[in-house]
């Protein structure tokens, strides 16, 4: 399941819960591969691991271009679930990294999840 919220150009949030396989950080490193392979300048600025509603999560800030040639940066947060990962993210241009990183924080601290 997903819900996306946009804020015009400025900011897109989303939220997606996907079963996984094997291990939270095999699974955060396959998804890295697959952007790497997908988005144009795509580099991880930041990962940390730490809590994100209680449950054990890793938190990448990553820049990359957009297919219209617009720098983005993304801040994702994967959640481990039992069984599923919740993936919450933010990608703004990069004019607007800051007022993303807002609306991320606020998801993150605002987020409840059941098992």
């Known amino acids: 399941s997903m819900v996306v919220l946009v804020d015009e150009d ?3 949030l989303t939220v997606a ?4 396989d094997g291990t939270l950080a095999r699974y955060v490193d396959d998804a890295i591969s697959e952007l790497e ?3 144009n300048g ?3 600025v ?3 691991e730490r809590a994100v509603a209680g449950h054990p999560a890793v938190v990448l800030v990553q ?3 957009s297919p219209e040639g617009r ?3 993304q801040l994702q947060a994967y959640l481990e679930i039992g069984g599923d990962v919740v993936v919450v993210t933010a990608t703004s241009p990069a004019e607007h990294a800051e007022e993303g990183r807002g609306h991320f924080d606020r998801a993150l601290a605002s ?3 059941d098992q």
């Open 37 to 39: 392979g997908s988005m």
């Open 42 to 44: 795509y580099r991880v």
């Open 63 to 65: 820049a990359a271009v």
């Open 17 to 20: 819960r996907e079963p996984r």
């Open 10 to 12: 400025r900011t897109a």
């Open 46 to 48: 930041s990962r940390d």
């Open 71 to 73: 720098a983005v940066k």
């Open 111 to 113: 987020l409840t999840l």
